[in-house]
């Protein structure tokens, strides 16, 4: 952009150290730092409750921290407010958009400037259309100026609220997991989009989880632990992946490829089952102990159809026979009474109780057992509840708070204890078992869902990243465009996986 | 909900946690009105106070069950109304008390209506409890004529609102166990952990294999419930079957709620909270009250009896209230 103003390479646009920040009793930050140079793509890695989301909030106004220094272009500065961080070019994108959904795409674009105009008319405080269009060019969005925001995709809308962004002459753009729910061909977009920004001077925090996309994208790289900045700034190209994760974690994890077992008898059996009433028919056989994967790329239909066995969504027909016990298809609690588990791939929106304390969350499905004569006997539920949680390590573990005070991965384990601790459990449906959690947290998840499967539950796998389908299924059924596609077997490579769910044949 | 299940290291800091910040604002209230309002702070007023709180506090309780289900609740007013007005009627042909159990039926029966069309039909609580409240008002005119009618006195018909159990005025008796039964139901109980989970998110109640729509409906019915035994007192006390007996009833306890502590948005609430936020509603009527210097000329016997007086149909009986 032409009025930006650049700063001398070498001098971090904003910097920000020794910050902390207790919420109650909670230290969400201890001791952390970052230097965000101009025109680079930092990115900022940790676990899950390392501190991430705190200190971006920090950055961007959102909170103010209990100690510590922000300096913008060398001088201290405080941020009192989101507001203030605006004006000085701090541009948060959150994972859920902060888009107005029914109003038009230049409405949208005018968010600001509507908030601060003093003019009755809401037309004079609106973005001239070429000034919009140029805002748009430089995301390389092309979309009709008057739509409403609701018919765009999801990856257009971030896009556009990245357009917002580079009208308030964003010197810094910060991206909170911006690629969870966009497909491979959006996520490429988007990194065009990010680079480009970036040579034109701003500068982007990044936070991932995928390490993939880090290596990709970024230039330098900051890593938080409990807290605290274990790697200041390093360069990406001089990090190996092994001191990356090492990093984050504290310790090495080596790739542990899972150990299976043997699948036993049929378990399950889902017949005619169907989506939509013209929509095809499904029949599954499931095994005791046997891990089913489907796989998909995001907006298959592979979520859906996985939610219907368990009896999560309306479904045109079909039936879900647990060995006596048949099911309807489409019936939450009759499933759930069959003993079916479902993990929800939206763990906040279809998962989480916020109100109620961890223990309740986890109980949720498993009222039954430590209830009599309708009242709940709390102590009972407890001692049901407590080993799931220290198995999945919640962290902190306060079992008594409630839900909407522990960090996203932490909220995770919860819906995921609720599944497993459902009892007996016969079959567990699982979503997205990993979307938006870190390395350690994966790798428990994975090995709960393995212990699972070697107890004699027959598992439902649906996920959209397709190394955690590979490495976890004993068969993988590709699903597109709502169908199921053919099953294969484990040890199939990942190109003719990706073959089946692009719809190209692999060589 | 904070609270359940871990010990926590320190028994008053524990008990301090469970005590709402609208106790300290009633305690707030009640200094500031003792202080200034003459008369306020007498043993006679007190119970006065506990009297107008303990009829509010009956429905406040029912209140509290649908918000914390993420409803909302208006129809109270309509169904204490046209209660009292059927009671009245009735009263005559079948005697006293089959005539306060069809009173607590109407209640029961609006509550059901709410709850079918709420629960099963999936309508918005606003609109469902709107339309009753305005339908139930409208019934109650055309039973009544449009004017209130006169009670036969009688030992019975008094007893709900002036008789007493134990030395204890039977509306504050009848209060005390309205707010026992909620605080098992909503800490204890597994429809009030329902009720939690509804009321907080109901995509997750429903993926957790809780039956959504039978917990909405047993709320809405155990909220009718709370009103209908509030609606034998209140007809009892003003000894008349009136159609607009107290109209902003809902509201009130509504306001009660809220000043309570208790979000509308779901999911959250204690009875702890009830309890304070009726108190404190039931000091400032009763205070304004009295600073009227019993001046009041309000329509509904209702804000005549909070002023001291009595209701302009209760014929000859004397009233403890100063």
């Keep these: 952009m032409s009025d930006q103003v650049c700063a001398r390479p070498g001098l971090p646009v904003l910097e920000a150290s020794g910050i902390a920040k207790a919420y109650g009793a909670t230290r969400a930050l201890e001791e952390a730092s970052l230097r965000i140079l101009p025109s680079r793509v930092h990115a900022l890695l940790g676990e899950n409750g390392a501190g991430k989301s705190t200190l971006v909030k920090v950055l961007v106004g959102a909170t103010t921290a209990d100690s510590g220094s922000l300096k913008l272009d060398g001088e201290p500065v405080v941020f009192a407010s989101v507001r203030d961080a605006f004006a000085a070019g701090i541009i948060p994108i959150y994972q859920n958009l902060s888009l107005f959904p029914h109003l038009s795409v230049r409405e949208n674009l005018s968010a600001f400037a509507l908030g601060s105009s003093r003019s009755l008319s809401a037309r004079t405080a609106l973005v001239a259309p070429e000034q919009a269009r140029q805002w748009l060019d430089q995301v390389r969005l092309a979309v009709d100026l008057s739509a409403p925001v609701s018919s765009l995709t999801l990856g257009e809308r971030q896009l556009l609220e990245i357009a917002r962004g580079v009208g308030q002459r964003c010197r810094v753009l910060v991206l909170d997991e911006p690629t969870a729910s966009l497909t491979p061909a959006e996520t490429e977009r988007l990194f065009g989009v990010i680079r480009h920004l970036c040579a034109n001077g701003s500068a982007i925090v990044f936070i991932s989880h995928k390490l993939d996309e880090v290596e990709a994208l970024a230039d330098d790289i900051t890593i938080l632990r409990d807290g605290r900045t274990v790697l200041d700034a390093g360069r990406v190209s001089s990090l190996s992946r092994q001191e990356i994760v090492r990093g984050m974690i504290g310790s090495d994890v080596e790739r542990v490829v899972m150990d299976l077992d043997e699948p036993r008898e049929i378990a399950v059996r889902v017949r005619g089952l169907s989506l939509e009433p013209a929509s095809q028919v499904v029949d599954l056989d499931i095994k005791a102990g046997e891990i089913l994967g489907f796989a998909g790329l995001v907006g298959s239909g592979a979520l859906e159809l996985a939610a219907a066995v368990a009896g999560a969504r309306h479904v045109a027909s079909g039936t879900v026979a647990v060995g006596a016990q048949i099911a309807p298809a489409g019936d939450r609690a009759r499933a759930l009474e069959a003993g079916i588990g479902y993990v929800p791939s939206d763990r906040v929106q279809e998962g989480l109780f916020p109100f109620l304390s961890a223990t309740e969350n986890v109980s949720a499905s498993i009222l039954g057992r430590f209830s009599t004569y309708g009242l709940v006997k709390r102590q009972k539920e407890e001692r049901l509840v407590r080993p799931w949680l220290s198995r999945l390590k919640l962290n902190p573990f306060r079992p008594e708070k409630p839900a909407n005070e522990f960090s996203g991965g932490n909220q995770q384990k919860l819906i995921l204890c609720r599944g497993l601790s459902i009892d007996p459990l016969k079959l567990l449906v699982i979503l997205e078992p990993t979307r938006g959690v870190d390395i350690g947290a994966r790798e428990m998840i994975h090995r709960a869902i393995v212990e699972a499967a070697h107890d004699g539950v027959a598992v439902v796998l649906a996920s959209t990243d397709l190394d955690e389908v590979l490495s976890l299924s004993h068969r993988i059924y590709s699903v597109r465009q709502g169908k199921l596609g053919p099953a294969v077997e484990r040890g199939t490579g990942r190109d003719v996986l990706m073959g089946h769910l692009t719809g190209r044949s692999s060589p | ?322």
């Design chain 2, 1 to 322: 909900m904070s609270s359940v299940s871990a010990p926590r290291p320190s028994g008053l800091g524990r008990i301090l946690d469970m005590v709402p910040f609208s106790f300290w604002m009633a305690i707030l209230f009640f200094a500031l009105f003792a202080m200034t309002v003459e008369r306020f702070a007498t043993t006679g007023n007190l119970f006065n106070i506990a009297r107008i709180a303990a009829i509010l506090g009956i429905v406040t309780c029912g209140q509290a069950i649908v918000l914390v289900l993420g409803g909302i609740e208006f129809s109270f007013a309509s169904s204490v109304a046209l209660s009292s007005v059927i009671s009245v009627v009735l009263m005559p042909h079948i005697g006293v008390v089959p005539a306060f159990l069809a009173g607590m039926g109407t209640c029961l029966a609006i509550g059901l209506i709410n709850a079918t069309l709420i629960a099963r039909f999936e309508l918005p609580a606003f609109l469902v409890t709107l339309g009753t409240l305005m339908a139930g008002h409208g019934l109650a005119q055309v039973i009544a004529g449009g004017l209130p009618l006169d009670a036969p006195a009688s030992e019975a018909f008094t007893w709900p609102a002036r008789g007493e159990i134990a030395g204890v005025p039977v509306p504050i008796v009848a209060a005390l166990l309205a707010v026992g039964t909620l605080h098992v139901l909503l800490a204890h109980s597994l429809i009030g952990r329902y009720w939690y989970m509804t009321g907080g998110n109901i995509e997750a109640a429903r993926t957790s294999g809780i039956k959504v729509r039978t917990v909405l409906f047993w709320g809405y019915v155990a909220a009718a419930g709370f009103c209908a035994a509030a609606a034998v007192i209140l007809t009892s006390r003003v000894a008349s079957g009136h159609p607009e007996l107290w109209p902003t009833l809902s509201f009130e306890t509504i306001a009660a709620c809220a000043i309570g502590g208790i979000p509308l948005a779901g999911g959250q609430g204690r009875t702890a909270q009830v309890v304070c936020g009726v108190l404190i509603i039931a000091m400032m009527q009763n205070a304004e009250c009295l600073s009227k210097a019993m001046g009041a000329r309000g329509t509904s016997p209702w804000l005549v009896a909070q002023a001291g007086k009595h209701g302009r149909t209760s014929g000859s009986r004397g009233s403890r209230i100063p």
